[in-house]
C-alpha cells in the first residue's frame, strides 16, 4: 500500500471519530491497567460489568491487593480466567507498592515486568494513559493490517513494527483505537461490513462483501447446479 492511500484513510477515519479511545471504562492509569489485565479473553462489555463492582470497593494497589487473592477473585468471578487474573493482579499490586510508590510507570521495561502484563498490555497503558505513540496489535488490529493491505505480517510484532513505521506521524497516537473499532465492528473476521466500510475503495481486501457481487455468485452457482430449470425458463415454460 503506498504512503498516499494510507494517509488517505487515516484522514478519514480521523474525520468519522476526531477522539477514539478504549471502550473499557477507567478512571485513572492504574484502574486502565487492571481492566486491560481484565480483558484478556474477555469482552470490553463484561470486563467493565466486573470493574463496575471492583472499583467502587477497591481502585487503588493498596487497597486491592489488601482483598487478597480470594477476595479479588470473587470479586471479579464473572470474568473468564479470574483466579489466574487475580493472582496476577495481587503480585502487580504488591510490587506497583514496594517499587513504584504504589504509581503506574510510563516505562515499556517496567510495565513488562509487572504480572499478567505483556507487551500489548503495556503498548494499551502506554498509549491510552500516557499519550504515547504505540500500537497494540490485538486480534482485530492484526487481521485489519493484513486484509486491508495497511501492514502485512505474520506475526503480532512484525505487524506492530510495521504500523509504527508506516502511519504518517499525525495519526499515530490516536491509530491503536481506531484500528480497533474499525475490526470490532466493520471489518469483522466471518464477514467485513463493506459496504458500510468508509476505507473500502482503498483497502487492498480482494474478497470484499459488495452486495452486487454476492448477487452474482449466487446466481451463477444456482445456474451451474440447475441447467434444466435454466433451459426449460429459457423457453418460457415453468
Excluded at 513504584?100 to 510510563?106: I, K, Y
Excluded at 504515547?132 to 493490517?145: G, L, S
Aim: glycine share 6%.
Amino acid at each position: 500500500m503506498n504512503p498516499a492511500k494510507r494517509r488517505e484513510i487515516f484522514s478519514r477515519l480521523r474525520a468519522a471519530n476526531p477522539h477514539p479511545t478504549t471502550e473499557l471504562e477507567y478512571a485513572t492509569p492504574f484502574e486502565l491497567l487492571v481492566a486491560v489485565v481484565l480483558s484478556a479473553q474477555a469482552t470490553d462489555k463484561g470486563v467493565n460489568l466486573a470493574t463496575r463492582r471492583l472499583f467502587p470497593v477497591a481502585n487503588t494497589p493498596e487497597a486491592i491487593y489488601a482483598l487478597g487473592e480470594a477476595g479479588l477473585a470473587d470479586t471479579i468471578k464473572s470474568i473468564g480466567l479470574y483466579k489466574s487474573k487475580a493472582r496476577h493482579l495481587i503480585a502487580a499490586c504488591r510490587m506497583l507498592v514496594e517499587q513504584h510508590g504504589s504509581r503506574v510507570p510510563a516505562e515499556r521495561a517496567a510495565l513488562e515486568a509487572l504480572p499478567g502484563v505483556g507487551r500489548k498490555t503495556a503498548n494499551v497503558i502506554l498509549n491510552t494513559a500516557f499519550g504515547q505513540p504505540t500500537m497494540a496489535v490485538d486480534t482485530h488490529i492484526f487481521r485489519v493490517a493484513n486484509r486491508t493491505g495497511l501492514a502485512p505480517g505474520k506475526t503480532v510484532l512484525e505487524v506492530e513494527k510495521k504500523l509504527l513505521k508506516t502511519i504518517p506521524a499525525e495519526f499515530r497516537i490516536d491509530a491503536h483505537h481506531w484500528l480497533i473499532l474499525h475490526g470490532r465492528y466493520v471489518c469483522q473476521a466471518r464477514k467485513p461490513k463493506c459496504p458500510a466500510c468508509l476505507i473500502a475503495d482503498l483497502c487492498e481486501y480482494k474478497d470484499k462483501t459488495w452486495p452486487a457481487a454476492e448477487g452474482m455468485k449466487k446466481r451463477s452457482a444456482k445456474t451451474a447446479l440447475s441447467p434444466t430449470l435454466s433451459r426449460t425458463r429459457e423457453r418460457g415454460q415453468t
